[in-house]
């Protein structure tokens, strides 16, 4: 299968790193972990790059710029559902250590990416409205 553009992007590969990091942690975690919250973070890792995904095929710039915000909001709802394995004692520190500084470089390289849209429409770069 051929790369496509979004494949090439340091936030998408940040965001696949994370999904990737989440899905190795909580394949071990005991049935009801996994079915509760277990589900719940790998949905919202796997949307932080899908929405990623969807904005490169989208055509205009209102609606590439609504796929990073949907994708931001998705790696919110991720942190937030790490917040509470952390604290039911499922994520341990060293997984913890490994999640910290990609959570830390993904929102910041979320929000630029957003910024970057906005540039490219204001210089003519973008599709359409």
Do not use: C
């Not at 394949?27 to 719940?40: L, R, Y």
């Not at 915000?69 to 499922?90: C, D, N, P, T, V």
Request: charged share 35%; proline share 2%; glycine share 6%.
């Amino acid at each position: 299968m051929a790369r496509t553009d979004f494949e090439e992007r340091r936030v998408y590969r940040s965001a696949e790193k994370l999904a990737d990091e989440i899905w190795d942690m909580v394949a071990i975690w005991d049935p009801f972990a996994k079915a509760t919250v277990g589900e719940q973070v790998v949905d919202a890792a796997d949307s932080v790059g899908a929405n990623i995904a969807e904005d490169a095929g989208r055509g205009s710039y209102q609606q590439n710029r609504h796929f990073v915000r949907i994708a931001r909001g998705s790696l919110y709802e991720a942190k937030h559902f790490l917040r509470r394995a952390y604290r039911r004692k499922l994520v341990d520190d060293e997984q913890a250590g490994r999640l910290k500084p990609i959570l830390d470089e993904l929102a910041p390289s979320l929000n630029a990416y957003l910024r970057s849209i906005g540039s490219r429409r204001r210089d003519g770069d973008a599709a359409d409205d």
